[in-house]
């Protein structure tokens, strides 16, 4: 089995920054990809990273926010800067991992974590 764990959400007035984290835990041989969204589970992307470190953002997050990823934790993040009323969300983190070396890539989601920008 796999999971994963979002944490470090949180109230933050505008401006602010936070930084979300999100830890893939269980039967892992490879992860290919991590990636955030917010609203809901295949709601708005936000960003992903590669296993290589490749990245892409939302244009609606671009420079303000910055994934990345520490393989040996089987971790990603979100730095989130310069945050708005507009990023108030639940935000989810997707994985796209391999059980076994034989196994197939498949889709993995968190459970959540509220990001609330508000004065």
């Known amino acids: 089995q796999v999971q994963l764990v979002e944490s470090g959400g949180g109230l933050v007035q505008p401006g602010g920054s936070l930084r979300l984290s999100c830890a893939a835990s269980?039967?892992?041989?490879?992860?290919?990809?991590m990636a955030w969204y917010r609203q809901g589970p295949g709601g708005e992307f936000v960003a992903h990273i590669t296993?290589?470190?490749?990245?892409n953002y939302a244009d609606s997050v671009k420079g303000r926010f910055t994934i990345s990823r520490d393989n040996a934790k089987n971790t990603a993040y979100l730095q989130m800067h310069s945050l708005e009323p507009e990023d108030t969300a639940v935000y989810y983190c997707?994985?796209?991992?391999?059980?076994?070396?034989?196994?197939?890539?498949?889709?993995?989601w968190g459970q959540g974590t509220q990001v609330t920008v508000s004065s």
């Open positions: 269980g039967s892992i041989y490879d992860i290919e990809r």
């Open positions: 997707k994985a796209r991992i391999l059980q076994s070396y034989l196994g197939t890539y498949d889709d993995y």
């Open positions: 296993s290589r470190g490749g990245t």
